[in-house]
Every structure is written in structure tokens, then in C-alpha cells.
């Protein structure tokens, strides 16, 4: 853990290099991503089954290619019901709030005369990424397929690896849940593929979402544009910006929260009371021994985790803009005047009684959010992830007359005579 | 040209393969342009003097980096009044397009006493690429700059290859409109990549925009993820749907206004009629003649153009929805009724005065669109593309203690307990 001060001779250099450091995989996989992805779009579900046998060690033709509404369906009746009425909370939670993230359609005549607007429409088809292993969470499950279903999309197919053919019966009950389509028993580069060229037996989707690993990113990267995919995800962070008056435990609980995702993740305070510093990296130690992810937490806040302190919390905001972090956690008398002072934040958890997590669970925005500075240019998950939009034009002969001719005029200017004579025939010139 | 009966034998496949055809470049630039990245990563201004001079032809020291505001007034000044007027009646009307399109943020508290909402903001910079040579267009310049500038972008900048030095008066004349910041006279890969990492002259944007050729596209693919980019684009389209009580040259005009891009650029027309589909046949060949873009639009025309007669309107919907093509024109009595059906386009022409060429110019909508079936899950252009949201959740104790438990058992079954804990001890657990 790295201890800055703000009036330190060298903070700016020191913070510098904080930011400047993105923790992000620098393992060249893109030439192994480009061959794989030529094998499944020549040979489909062939290479698929290899590709299966070789990386997760079964058969697709004995384990079955897919997993079935039935086996779904019996996961979620099998859950602890303290455990399926939280994950209905959740779904019916995020549900609400992307309902209220649906666009409107625009369609108005101008002064001009000229009919313009715009009709926002589902894809028809949207694939999920669901990880097998460690990251395989119901939340993202829940995260990734609400959203699309509230945008309308028609058919939602998961892929997910089932290493040896075993199956995460969360992560099923979560996709019965959440109202998906198809199951795929596939993962990795080659599933992405899949998605996007269509195979013998998977029809191809339009936008593909979900987390992965190095290759699973690599591979939505190489198909930017033959289908539309989510920003690339890199390690989790947070920073939380705290007073003195909190209780030191709660904070080292936060930061520890996003520490226990992986060794890369990235946990940062800002204080504005060296003391209270102190007591959380005290208690930091504390929360630490009782965890059973212990070394995961403690490799990533040990590498990774940084605290802060400044003269005053007027210095908070350009270190927070120059982050441009995941999670902002605001725990101070007055959040929101810091709030409105951040341009750039994945999303912010306001006062002293909003913990992160409930914000990865059950508090109905998306936890799927940009990290590593990506907060600068880029946005959560929502619904226009799996929306697009078609603008329209309507001209009469009177909007024509009036507008047409400066038209002409630029299109002349530009060289282009049929784009000025598609008009000008119109005016009966 | 490629004629078409929807009821040949034959059909399904012919027109499969008109879908199937992307008619998008297959050379692969990748690692070329990832050398010039990594040469602009790593030596910044020193690079891009070298690959100016190498493929442009100029010294910068000499010629001057940039090109200083006053030159692009005096540019705009010397315009030909009708010619400027025309530029100012399109940048107004683009203007109040997409003012109308500013999202509005969210701030509301639901019945379980969450506080829950979303807020929008511009990024702070944004980087325009703007061709050099034929494809220069000054409508280009005002659909990427005028959006960013109705976001908000506080940094505007123009990068523009000026081969010999000689730079385009139209463009800067448009650039000044628009309220550029910053026009460079860099081009190619390696400028898209110093907008990216910035170097010691140029400082970083945050998203990237405007069209270019393949090196100038794959740049951008590969910067995707340190930068925002807008979709890459492809050769241009227009599908006409019209009937036989439409003027057979006007239709003509309509398909060669996209033929003249390039002969890569596809014109298709469905009608019900097929006299009135040989009546165009030969408009085109008539319209033809007159052009002085005419080998370009030949090219496109014959290699790529394609008419389609079918035996009721019924049909096109199904069409159009497999082609989704960039522009499509609906020329019929009730085009609303098609329209409701057409899912997938970049943007609709309804009506027998709607020329799409209105839409490239002055009708107010982008013109830049998804192309090469990519309106099946994107977009075009608008003030999100330089926009992010920030999603924020505010709870109090009562809020808490409502949905807190569900989160902890969340956590606790995705094996996460420091999730848990930052949750739990909140509760007084």
C-alpha cells in the first residue's frame, strides 16, 4: 500500500504515476484470437467441439451442447429460498431502473416545414459472455440479460465455458431468472466467434456482452463492428472519499470490497485527517485476517492500494476527474457538492450508509462500469447498449423549396453533381 | 447492374449474396499501424514530422503544425455569399438536430427510499479526423464538430492531412463555423494516434471521430478502448423503395447521388413495377452521361447496383430488414406504413420529396451512419457519441436496512464476504 500526502514535495509526480499505471494484461493473445476466430467462422461447430475438448476437457456431443430451460428452471426452484428471494429483489430492482432508462422516440416539423425524428428499436439478438471459474457471478448474469430484455431484444443466448462439463447451478438459476433464450456450453475466444459468425447450431446475434478473460476481450475487440459489443473491461477499482468522521472499520470494509475481485484490482482513499488514515490502514489489517479471500485482498491492496492525504477536500475533485475511477464512494457531511464536481466517474455511491456493494447487487443501476480511466469517454451498461436508433426526414414541396436550394449549393461545392441534381430535378429546375 | 425478380427460381440465393457482400477493403494494415502507433507512443512530435514528411510530403517546421484560427475565418469570409449561406443554414439546422437530442439526467427516490439517477456529461475532449483529397468534405466537418460542440466538448480538434502543404479552404471554412479549437496538419495512422497518447505539441483527446481510409480506420479499431471512437465505417449505401407513380430520373438521381461516392458505394432499388423499374434502368444510363462524376458512379453503378422487382410492397419490409442499409428511401403513397416495419436502417427518407441527398446537408439529422449492415445494432452519430453517463445510488439507514441483507446474501453466495462485510457492518451485524 502506497501513502501519499498531497503537500509532499513530489505528490504530483507520485500521483502521476498512480494514474498513469492501468494495470491491464499485457499478454500479446491477439494473432492466437485472430486464428481461432478464422477456424470457427470456417468451420463452425466442428471447431467449437475441438476447441471444447481441448480447453474445458469435454465432449459437447456427450455433455450436450446446450443446457436446457428444464435444468435452468429446476436451479432456480432448488435455491435456498433466502438466497432466490434476494436474487428476485435484485432482478426486479435492476428491472425498474432501466425500464426508466428507455429512450424516447422523437418526431416533430420544424419552422421549416421539414418532418424530422428518430425511433429507437431493439437488436433482434444480443449474446452474453458469462465466465466460467471464479468470475462466474448471477449478478452479471442478471446485469447483462435484464437490461437487454427491457430494450426489447428477442432472443438472448448465453455462452459459458463448463469446465470438465460441470455446470454453476447460480449462474443457471440467475439466466432462468433473467428470461434467457439458449445456453451455450462454450467459452472462450472461440464462443465469441460463435456469437458473431453463427455456427451449424448457434444463430449469430448482433451485440455481444459479458466479462472474460484476456482472450475473451481480445476476441470481442477483433469483431468491433461485425457485431456491437460492451466497452473492454479491465480490473476493478474504487475510491473512496472519506472524512474523519466514519467509522474507520466501515471504510477499510469498501476498500477491501474491490480488493477482493483480483491482485490487479485497485482500491484508493482520500482522507482529509492523517489520522483517520492511519486508523484505516490499522483497520485494513483487521478486516484482512478475518476474510477468506485473504490473499487475493491482500495481494491487490498490497501492490495496488493507495491512501491519500490532503489538506482539504477542495483537493479532492481534480485527483478524482484525473482517476476517472469505477466505483467514487462520498462519504462526507456534504456528498453532493463533491459529486457535482466529478466529470468523470463510473458511478458514485453517496454518503455514509452507501456501501459499493449494494450497488453491485441489489440498488438497480449496472455494475457493469469502465474502468481504467475509461470513465473519461464511456458509460455503465444500459439499455442503448442493446438499442439503436434510425433517424428519419420528411420534406413536402414548400420544406423542399425552402431548404433545397443551400443544398444544392454544397453539394456543388463538394463535387458531387448527382447528389445536387437528385435535388435540383425536384425543383423543377 | 444485377436485375432481380422476387419471384425467380433463385431468388433466396441471389439475394443472399447481395447481403452477404460487404464490399469493405480485405488488405490488412494491422501491424503497419500498430508500428506507427507504437512509433507515436514513443517518439510523439519526432514521428509525426518523419511520417508527414514520408507521406505528405511536407516539413512541418516549415510548413507550420497547425493552421492558426484566423486563416480558417478569413477562409469562411471569403466564401461566396450563397455559398456561405448555405453552410450557415446547414450548421443551424444541425445545431437544433441535436440540441433536441441532449439526454436528460435522472434524480429520483423510489418507494424503498433509494435514491437513484444518472447524470450526463461531455468529455472534455474530443479529436475530429478529417480526410485530406477527394473525400474532404466540409458537411463532414460541421456533422462530427457541431454534435461534440452541443455536448459540450470544451476541447475541439481537427487533425487533417495537408499532402504538398495545401490545405482545403471549404474545410477550414467549416472548421471556423463549427468553433474549432485546433486544426493540425497531420493525417493517417499516425495522427489518429497522437490525438490517442497526445505527444509534446498535441495534447490527448478523449474521444476520436470522422472518417478515413483503411489505415486511418484500423488505427482507430486498435485505439478503441484508450479512446471513445464512432463506429467504423464502411462504403456507402442507399436502398430506394419506390413505386411506379414516382418520376423514373428523379429515382435515378436518388441511386446515383450514393453511386458518386465511390465505386465501392452500393445503390438498390425495390419496386413493385417492373416497367417503371426498366424506366429507371435507363434514367440511370441518361443521368449518367450528364455527370462529371460519371466513371466513379458507373463503376459503383454497374459492379454494385442492383434493382429488385417484387410482386407487392409486402415484401420490401423482410428486404430491407437483411440489407439494413445506411439510407433508405421509402418513394410510396403511404411510406409510414413501410416504415413501421423497417427495423434496421441508419436513417429513412419518407416520401417522393425527400431525396436523400437533403439529409447529407441541411435537413439537420447526422449524416454519419452505420453502413455495411451495421444498423442492425448501431447508430448514427449524435451528442451521446461524445457523452457518459454517471449512474449514482444515495441510501440512508431505513434504505439499508431494506434491501442491505438481500446484498449480503448475494455476496456471500458469489463467495465475496468482504462484499458482505462492507454491507453487514453497516447493519450493526
Redesign the interface.
Known amino acids: 500500500m502506497l501513502r501519499l500526502s498531497s503537500n509532499d514535495p513530489g505528490f504530483a509526480e507520485a500521483f502521476a504515476r498512480v494514474v498513469a499505471d492501468r494495470r491491464e494484461s499485457a499478454v500479446d493473445v491477439a494473432a492466437d484470437v485472430a486464428a481461432i476466430l478464422k477456424d470457427v467462422r470456417e468451420r463452425g461447430d466442428a471447431a467449437l467441439a475441438e476447441l471444447t475438448a481441448k480447453f474445458d476437457g469435454h465432449d459437447l456431443d456427450q455433455s450436450g451442447w446446450q443446457v436446457d430451460a428444464e435444468t435452468c428452471r429446476k436451479a432456480f426452484d432448488n435455491l435456498d429460498p ?2 432466490r ?3 428476485e ?2 432482478a426486479e ?1 435492476i428491472r ?2 432501466h425500464e ?2 428507455l ?1 424516447e422516440d ?1 418526431d ?1 416539423t ?1 419552422s ?1 416545414g ?3 425524428g ?1 425511433t429507437w ?1 431493439a ?2 439478438a444480443a449474446g452474453l459472455y458469462v465466465p466460467g471459474g ?1 468470475a462466474a ?3 452479471s448474469m442478471l446485469m447483462n440479460a435484464i437490461p437487454a430484455r427491457v430494450a426489447g431484444v428477442e432472443r438472448l443466448v448465453v455462452v459459458t465455458p463448463t469446465p470438465k462439463g460441470e455446470v454453476n447451478p ?1 449462474v443457471l438459476a440467475a439466466a432462468h431468472l433473467a428470461g434467457v433464450d439458449e445456453v451455450w456450453r462454450v467459452g472462450g475466444a472461440h464462443a465469441v466467434g460463435a456469437l458473431a459468425y453463427g455456427t451449424q447450431r448457434i444463430s449469430p446475434v ?2 455481444i456482452t459479458g466479462p472474460g478473460n484476456a482472450w475473451v476481450a481480445e476476441a470481442k ?1 477483433q469483431l ?2 461485425v ?2 459489443i460492451d ?2 473491461a479491465g480490473p476493478s477499482e474504487i475510491l473512496v472519499i472519506a472524512d474523519a468522521q466514519n ?1 474507520a ?2 471504510i477499510a ?2 476498500l ?2 474491490q ?3 483480483d491482485p490487479t484490482s485497485q482500491s484508493i482513499l482520500i482522507t482529509d485527517d492523517k489520522t483517520f488514515a492511519d486508523a484505516v490502514a490499522e483497520a485494513v489489517e483487521v ?1 484482512l485476517s ?4 485473504q490473499a487475493t ?1 491482500r495481494a491487490s491492496w498490497e501492490t495496488n492500494g493507495v491512501i491519500i492525504d490532503v489538506a482539504g477536500f477542495d483537493e479532492a475533485p481534480s485527483l478524482a476527474n484525473a482517476l476517472a475511477a469505477e466505483h467514487v464512494e462520498i462519504a462526507t457531511d456534504d ?1 453532493e457538492a463533491l ?1 457535482r464536481q ?10 455514509r ?14 455494475h457493469v462500469l ?1 474502468t ?1 480511466r ?7 451498461l ?1 439499455v ?1 447498449d442493446f438499442m ?10 414548400a ?2 423549396d425552402a ?5 444544392v ?3 456543388d ?11 435540383s ?2 425543383l423543377g429546375q
Chains 1, 2 share one sequence.
Not at 478475518?290 to 479471500?293: D, E, G, K, M, Q
Not at 461545392?413 to 435535388?423: F, V
Open positions: 433466502t438466497l428471494a434476494a436474487l429483489l435484485a430492482r425498474a431502473y426508466a432508462q429512450p422523437r416533430y420544424d421549416a421539414v418532418r424530422l428518430a428499436r437488436v433482434d471464479r457471478y448471477p449478478s447460480l448482433d451485440v475487440r468491433y463492428g457485431v456491437g466497452m473492454v467509522d472499520r466501515r470494509a469498501d477491501l470490497s480488493a477482493e475481485h478486516e478475518a476474510l477468506h479471500t485482498a456528498p459529486m466529478i466529470r468523470h466517474a463510473g458511478s458514485v455511491f453517496l454518503g450508509m452507501t456501501p459499493e456493494a449494494v450497488g453491485d447487487y441489489v440498488a438497480g443501476p449496472n469502465p481504467g475509461r470513465a473519461r469517454f464511456s458509460s455503465g444500459s442503448l439503436k436508433r434510425t433517424s428519419f426526414i420528411q420534406l413536402d414541396e420544406a423542399l431548404i433545397g436550394p443551400a443544398a449549393a454544397l453539394a461545392a463538394e463535387g458531387l453533381p448527382a447528389h445536387a441534381r437528385s435535388i430535378v425536384r
